[in-house]
């Protein structure tokens, strides 16, 4: 299929949406055919089924036909698409903070991280040869979409490696796909091609599909994401811990798959699954409206702080080039009709457009295209106060003793972890994620008694790395309750330090990721490098224990504590270490959320 004839479908599918539940309202409309009878198979493996329809994943050209496009996916699979297209899978490789990182640890390594990085966030890209440091406007356009379609549904092979050892088989829309199922409409398609216009062999009219999908068990399973989610850098140290604490969790002993919590119809909760079509083939529903649905969502705290021209994943955007759209200036009004309307009339200054931004209808087109990611990024800020607040709880206030005024007031939050499968805060560790405690006490008369958890003039708590803190401008949270786990490095002189990424500066001034030369069993931790760990286990819960002097208790009344649990993905310190420009710091300011806001009202003597 040519890419116009491809991307005009596709763009058709966005028409009139606002999200995935109004794409999904809309298909579901359709009337729906009676399934046809799948005839009954036994089972065999991914490899014996593979090698049945004579796929040879060793005859491989790695080429970009080798590896089909999302959007290739999109015409028969809208819902899947629209809500991949707005998962962290699809921002993986998207990501500006990904490459500031990414290059900054590079670069201080003396690059010998290597493609360490980019083998889980641009696997198909790596697989292809492209190299490392490629800009990502000069990537392949299935490269810059991260983990997508192929990155799972290509694989057929078990693994239980970690650091994205797993190998993606190339191979064309007609290649093989794996999924979790057996794919029994599938048949109903092929019997009839020229009802549902589809083409089921190269040189044949129609749209092009794949064959009748392998079921491959491990898809299914937690072990299928081990690969990306148990991650260790060469001294020891686990950036990526979620596995280690899955195994160990009552969610594992129960039989409970990542995939339920995260892939379920409830963000972070085992609660079943949705029910969908399998697909929809030429506007008609294939087998039953009662299929199980897997919500590529992939439900998380993670969020994104790309440009919303460029993210969440739209096939209009495909008009325009990465940096074309990174020109576009959408904090600004451009596009907006009521603006236009103005800046034609000369009521307005004119900017100095980039030369593709400099037709109105150009402008205006973009516009439309942002205000619709930007629908889809709503449902994904929903979807990321949801799961987070389905994993976790915070009981209290809790008083020592009666409130009095003239003496300190002493209280405590009982912070809860509910999710069976892994700690509080889980994934990533070290520079991130940040969730920590915001507790005020307002007093009788309006004011603000105490506060702790609060941020500096970069939106930082204030702890030992917040930047006010070490110009003298910000005081330091002594009672600050933050579970954000730190790298501990050993220096040449003093004890040991925090610090942002595990690379000791101080030992050694030319640094190098290299195997360590003491197995981490004698030391149970990398030499000169090891972590604070702070995260709350699995349904375990942590005393957040609070002391408000005498001094500023002295008026009898009636007091409110607020609180609320905060969260964010990366502190802006550790942005500005590695680069990060303003409009970045914003965007990371604007996504943090609030998790659990309440209050309680009590009365002091």
């Not at 796929?55 to 999302?70: E, G, I, L, N, R």
Request: aromatic share 10%.
């Amino acid at each position: 299929m040519d890419r116009s004839r491809l991307l005009c479908c596709t763009i058709l599918l966005l028409a009139g949406a606002s999200g995935p539940r109004a794409m999904a309202d809309d298909a579901v409309a359709m009337p729906a055919p009676t399934p046809a009878e799948a005839p009954a198979e036994p089972p065999i493996s991914a490899q014996a089924a593979a090698a049945k329809l004579g796929y040879d994943p060793h005859a491989a050209v790695f080429a970009k036909s080798d590896y089909p496009s999302a959007t290739e996916c999109a015409a028969c699979h809208p819902r899947v698409f629209w809500e991949w297209s707005v998962s962290n899978h699809a921002y993986a490789s998207i990501s500006p903070m990904f490459h500031k990182f990414e290059q900054a640890i590079n670069d201080l390594s003396s690059g010998t991280v290597g493609t360490f990085c980019v083998r889980c966030h641009q696997q198909v890209g790596t697989q292809m040869g492209e190299p490392r440091e490629k800009a990502l406007w000069d990537r392949s356009e299935v490269s810059r979409e991260g983990i997508t379609c192929v990155t799972c549904h290509h694989v057929s092979k078990e693994f239980g490696k970690v650091n994205g050892e797993r190998e993606v088989n190339p191979g064309g829309i007609h290649t093989p796909v794996f999924g979790s199922g057996l794919g029994k409409s599938y048949g109903e398609v092929a019997a009839d091609p020229a009802e549902y216009d589809v083409s089921l062999a190269a040189g044949e009219p129609g749209r092009p599909i794949h064959p009748a999908p392998i079921k491959f068990q491990q898809l299914s399973r937690s072990e299928f994401c081990v690969s990306c989610h148990q991650v260790a850098v060469h001294p020891g140290i686990k950036l990526e811990v979620v596995w280690d604490q899955y195994r160990d969790a009552p969610s594992m002993a129960r039989g409970t798959q990542c995939q339920a919590c995260h892939m379920g119809k409830t963000p972070g909760r085992p609660n079943g699954y949705d029910t969908w079509p399998i697909a929809i083939v030429n506007g008609q529903i294939i087998g039953s409206e009662k299929e199980r649905h897997s919500n590529h969502m992939f439900f998380g705290p993670g969020y994104p702080i790309a440009h919303p021209g460029l993210f969440p994943f739209n096939p209009k955007a495909l008009h325009w080039g990465i940096e074309q759209w990174l020109g576009f200036d959408y904090r600004a009004d451009w596009g907006k009709p009521e603006w236009e309307d103005r800046l034609a009339a000369g009521k307005v200054e004119a900017p100095n457009f980039p030369e593709t931004w400099r037709k109105r209808e150009d402008r205006e087109k973009a516009r439309t295209i942002i205000a619709e990611n930007n629908k889809l990024l709503e449902e994904k800020r929903r979807s990321r106060v949801a799961v987070m607040e389905n994993g976790s709880r915070i009981d209290g206030p809790i008083f020592d003793k009666v409130p009095r005024a003239g003496r300190s007031l002493r209280f405590h939050y009982n912070i809860v972890n509910v999710d069976p499968g892994h700690n509080l805060p889980s994934g990533s560790l070290g520079a991130q994620p940040e969730i920590w405690l915001n507790v005020a006490l307002i007093g009788p008369d309006g004011n603000k008694v105490f506060e702790s958890g609060y941020t500096d003039s970069n939106g930082d708590m204030v702890d030992l790395h917040s930047l006010d803190y070490a110009k003298g401008t910000a005081k330091l949270d002594r009672q600050l309750f933050n579970l954000q786990t730190k790298f501990l490095t050993t220096n040449l002189v003093g004890t040991d330090r925090e610090m942002y990424l595990p690379v000791n500066f101080d030992f050694d001034q030319l640094p190098f990721i290299r195997p360590s030369g003491v197995p981490t069993t004698v030391l149970n931790h990398p030499p000169f490098i090891r972590m604070e760990q702070r995260s709350i286990p699995p349904l375990a819960q942590r005393e957040a224990n609070y002391e408000i002097p005498s001094a500023v208790m002295t008026q009898p009344g009636r007091y409110v504590l607020q609180v609320r649990l905060r969260s964010r993905a990366e502190p802006i310190y550790f942005m500005r270490f590695c680069g990060a420009t303003p409009d970045m710091e914003q965007t990371m300011n604007e996504w943090m959320i609030d998790i659990h806001p309440q209050a309680a009202e009590f009365d002091v003597e």
